[in-house]
């Protein structure tokens, strides 16, 4: 983002002026989008077509399936994201409620780093702090790695910094169970068949959380009530937070348990 608004900056800033700068600022985002689209569907292709190899998969059909992949999720994401803007709207857009808008912390971000270079206002000194720390972390990494010591994710740091803390304790959380889970699982006879399922789980906790929003969401836009689903009043919010926590817990728990029996189980003999 800084490298496309510095050369709209040099290159095309001039021409325009600075009635232009909100035109620039959108197409600096629009190019970052683009390249970050690109980046992401060839890193899934990558791992798609090696994993494919590893299963002796047809090629050709397998890369049918992935430009299948591309054309529908470029014909589903925007009327969904759309559909959401209409429900909740999202934090920083024009016109939204902030108590209902959707957190939306990396757009934020790419948003005021384009708008700062484009329009002279960004803070280069915290760029360069921001640099100076994620150098810091490497080096610490590598030192801790190369001490056979628990290392210090510099990617891990980053989210930490400017994800909100409410993403930041449920991955901590997610994190934790995986590896209470994986431990659990090493105790099993068939320790990779539960760890595999460990992970099909913990993936259909993110797709499965996604369509009950969408669902919400459409519930929201149809009635046009905040909380068409609600059937007691605010009144019940405090106690509202626990009940969630415990029921929360218990399914997580309960669920984990079930799939490391299903996993434990010895494979029949091959005949």
Known sequence: MIGAALLLSFGVKATVG?????????FAIFVTAVVFAVAAIANNNLQD??????????????QVALLVGVLVGAAIIPPVMDLLNHAYGFAGGPGVNPARALPAPQATLISALAKGVLQGQLN???IGVG?????LVIVIDEALG???LPRLAPLA??????????????????????WAYDKRAERRPNVEASKRLGVLLASGFIVGESLIGIGVAL????????TPLAIVGDSFQPLAVVLTFLAFAAIIVGLYVWIGRMGGRQPPPIK
């Open 18 to 26: 600075s009635a232009g700068a909100p035109a620039l600022t959108a």
């Open 131 to 135: 640099a100076a720390i994620g150098v």
């Open 146 to 148: 190369a001490a056979r």
């Open 49 to 62: 077509l090696k994993t494919g190899q590893l299963v002796d998969a047809t090629p050709w059909k397998q």
């Open 157 to 178: 740091v980053g989210l930490g910094i400017y994800l909100p803390m409410s993403t930041v304790v449920l991955i901590v959380v997610g994190a934790i169970s995986g």
């Open 124 to 126: 280069w000194t915290m």
């Open 219 to 226: 519930a929201v836009v149809a009635t046009g009530l905040a």
